[in-house]
C-alpha cells in the first residue's frame, strides 16, 4: 500500500479533545476542554428556536450571511476603532479554528517561515505545518509570561513570512500590553512580515488588563489577518462561527480559500447569532464580571488548597505546577488526576515547545457549583497521587 502523507507525521490528535474523552471515561469533572457548563444568554436562545420555521436552511452566502457579516462589521468597527466593510473586510468561517488554517493558508507559503509565541494553543504549530510553512518559536518567559525583544527580534531575521499573536492568550492568560504589541508592530514593519491574530478571548479580560486589537496600531491594518469568533463571548462553542477581518485584498484571497475548505459557516446559527453581535455594551461588561467572579472563586480555591498556580489576565486557563509530585510525565498525571481525583486537566507540554512536564492547564468557564465540586475533589489530590519516587 502507498505510505501516508507525511505531513501528519510531527503531530497527534489534539490532546485538549483527547483530555475530554479521558474525562467522560472516569467521571471526572471536564475541566480540559475550554466549553461552558451553563447556557448561552437566552436572546440567542429563543432567536435560535425561531429559526427552525423560517427560510434559512439552505447555504448561505459562502464567505457569510449579509446581515450577519453587517452586524459583526459594526460591532467590530465600534472596538478596533475603524470602519469595517462587511462586504470586502469579512470571511466568516467555520469556527476561529477555520479562521486561524485559512488565515495561515492564505499568507504562507510551503517552505515559508512563521514565528509562534510558547506557549501556544496546540492548533498553531499543526496549522504551520498543515501549510507547509516551519514554525520558529518564541519563548513567553513566567510568571508575566512576557518575551524578550532580542530573541523575538532573532527570529524575525530569520525572514519569516507571519508571526501568530493570540491575544488574550490561551493557554496562559496573557493579555499583551500596549509597550509589548508596539515593539511587535515595529519588528513586524520593519521586516515586512504579516501578523496573525487570534483574539477569541477579546472580551474576557481581566482588571487592569486591556485588549488592545493589533490591527488597531499605527501601520498594521494593511499587514494584520484578525482571526475570532463568537465561541466563548456568547457561550456558543457548539455552534463553530468565526471569523476573519483584513484588507480587502488579503480577504478575498482567504475568501477562496474558505470556499474550498468548508463552503460555508451554517445559515441558521448566522441568523441566530445576529442577536448577540446586536448586544450593547452591558452585555459585555457583564460577561467580564462574571469570569472575573469565576477566576477570584478559583485561583482562592486553589490558594485555600496549596497548589501553585499562574494568575491569567484573560482568557479563562489556570496553569497549575505539578513539581511536588514528580513525574516525568504530565500527561500520565493527567490521566491519573482524571482517574483517582475526578478532574479532568490537560497537559502542559502539549502547549510548550520548551521541555516543559510540570504544568497542566485548568479552565474555569463553568458554573460556580461546578468549580466548587472539582475544588472539592481537588482537596483530596495529595491523598490520592502520591509523590514519584
Same mark, same amino acid.
Given at each position: 500500500?502507498?505510505?501516508?502523507? =507525511? ?41 435560535? +428556536?425561531?429559526?427552525?420555521?423560517? !427560510?434559512?436552511?439552505? #447555504?448561505?452566502?459562502?464567505?457569510? +450571511? ?23 473586510? *469579512? ?21 515559508? =517561515? ?13 496549522? @504551520?505545518?498543515?501549510?507547509? %510553512? ?14 524578550? $525583544? ?17 491575544? $488574550? ?23 515586512? *512580515? ?10 474576557? *479580560? ?17 499587514? @494584520? ?7 466563548? @463571548? ?13 484588507? %480587502? ?9 474558505? &470556499? ?5 459557516? %451554517? ?22 464580571? @462574571?469570569?472575573?467572579?469565576?477566576? !477570584? ?5 486553589? &490558594? ?10 484573560? +482568557?479563562? #486557563? ?13 500527561? +500520565? ?13 490537560? $497537559? ?7 521541555? *516543559? ?8 468557564? =463553568? ?11 481537588? %482537596? ?10
Amino acid at each position: 500500500m502507498p505510505e501516508l502523507s =507525511k505531513r501528519t507525521a510531527p503531530f497527534t490528535d489534539s490532546v485538549i479533545r483527547r483530555m475530554t474523552r479521558v474525562s467522560l471515561q472516569y467521571g471526572a469533572v471536564n475541566l480540559s476542554q475550554g466549553f461552558p457548563d451553563f447556557d448561552p444568554p437566552r436572546a440567542l436562545l429563543d432567536r435560535l +428556536a425561531e429559526t427552525a420555521n423560517e !427560510n434559512v436552511h439552505q #447555504y448561505s452566502i459562502t464567505w457569510g +450571511a449579509q446581515n450577519f457579516r453587517e452586524a459583526l462589521a459594526e460591532k467590530q468597527s465600534r472596538l478596533m476603532g475603524r470602519t469595517v466593510d462587511p462586504n470586502s473586510e *469579512v470571511v466568516v468561517t467555520c469556527g476561529s479554528t477555520e479562521a486561524m488554517m485559512a488565515a495561515m493558508l492564505t499568507v504562507a507559503d510551503p517552505g515559508d =517561515k512563521v514565528i509562534v509565541f510558547s506557549p501556544f494553543y496546540e492548533n498553531y504549530g499543526a496549522d @504551520t505545518i498543515l501549510s507547509g %510553512a516551519e514554525p520558529i518559536y518564541v519563548p513567553l518567559y513566567p510568571p508575566d509570561f512576557r518575551f524578550h $525583544p532580542d530573541e523575538l527580534e532573532a527570529a524575525f531575521r530569520q525572514h519569516p513570512k507571519a508571526l501568530i499573536l493570540c491575544n $488574550p492568550s490561551n493557554p496562559c492568560g496573557k493579555v499583551f500590553t500596549l509597550e509589548e504589541l508596539s515593539l511587535i508592530a515595529d519588528m513586524a514593519e520593519r521586516y515586512d *512580515v504579516f501578523v496573525i491574530t487570534d483574539e477569541v478571548y477579546e472580551h474576557i *479580560v481581566y482588571e487592569p488588563n486591556r485588549h488592545v486589537y493589533f490591527a488597531s496600531l499605527k501601520g498594521m491594518w494593511e499587514r @494584520t489577518v484578525s482571526c475570532s469568533s463568537l465561541s466563548k @463571548t456568547y457561550s456558543i462553542t457548539g455552534w463553530r462561527l468565526g471569523y476573519i477581518i483584513a484588507p %480587502a485584498h488579503i480577504a478575498d484571497a482567504a475568501k477562496k480559500v474558505h &470556499d474550498f475548505l468548508t463552503v460555508g459557516a %451554517a445559515a441558521p446559527l448566522q441568523e441566530a447569532a445576529v442577536t448577540g453581535l446586536r448586544f450593547g455594551d452591558d452585555y459585555y461588561k457583564k460577561l467580564q464580571n @462574571t469570569y472575573t467572579e469565576k477566576r !477570584n472563586l478559583f485561583l482562592r480555591g486553589l &490558594d485555600d488548597l496549596g497548589l501553585v498556580h499562574t494568575e491569567p489576565q484573560g +482568557a479563562y #486557563y489556570v496553569l497549575l505546577d505539578i513539581s511536588e509530585f514528580g513525574y516525568e510525565s504530565d500527561l +500520565a498525571f493527567c490521566e491519573d488526576l482524571a482517574r483517582e481525583v475526578g478532574v479532568g486537566a490537560v $497537559p502542559g507540554s502539549s502547549f510548550f515547545r520548551e521541555p *516543559v512536564n510540570h504544568l497542566i492547564r485548568l479552565h474555569f468557564a =463553568k458554573k460556580n457549583e461546578t468549580l466548587f465540586e472539582a475544588l472539592n475533589r481537588l %482537596a483530596d489530590l495529595r491523598k490520592k497521587i502520591k509523590p514519584q519516587k
